[in-house]
């Protein structure tokens, strides 16, 4: 399975990006999917996850309200609309997936996925 992430760059505070990311698996409705971001000298978070059990989505605390995730099965992309972005939204913006028969906040946790992008910068500063 590989994951291509593009859609990254810098933008003002206020801002918005739409991060997007190419999955090339044939069972890919099957799949969960997330967005994890790691900043300097932190570690990697889970940002927004969508299940391929049920089609539910979760977010982080601190990006709910501002991000969405969304996924198009046919086209085998996930994305990630990214509005009001602040400067603690900086950071390398990761794509993963697996086959996660299940739902709920666990899909945040990055030890569920197996799969990952190369990563996008995201950076956000006047």
């Known amino acids: 399975v590989h994951l291509v992430e593009s859609g990254g760059g810098s933008v003002q505070p206020g801002g918005s990006l739409r991060l997007s990311c190419a999955v090339s698996e044939f069972t890919f409705d099957r799949y969960a999917t997330a967005w994890f971001r790691q900043a300097p000298g932190k570690e990697r978070e889970g940002v927004s996850a969508?299940?391929?059990?049920?089609?539910?989505?979760y977010y982080a605390d601190s990006v709910k309200g501002r991000f969405t995730i969304s996924r198009d099965n046919a086209k085998k992309m996930v994305y990630l609309q990214m509005n009001s972005l602040k400067p603690e939204d900086t950071a390398v913006y990761y794509c993963?997936?697996?086959?996660?028969?299940?739902?709920?906040?666990?899909?945040?946790?990055?030890?569920?996925?197996?799969?990952w992008g190369q990563g996008t910068q995201v950076t956000v500063s006047s």
């Open positions: 993963a997936t697996d086959r996660v028969e299940t739902t709920g906040r666990g899909l945040l946790r990055s030890l569920l996925y197996d799969y």
């Open positions: 969508f299940s391929g059990y049920d089609g539910s989505t």
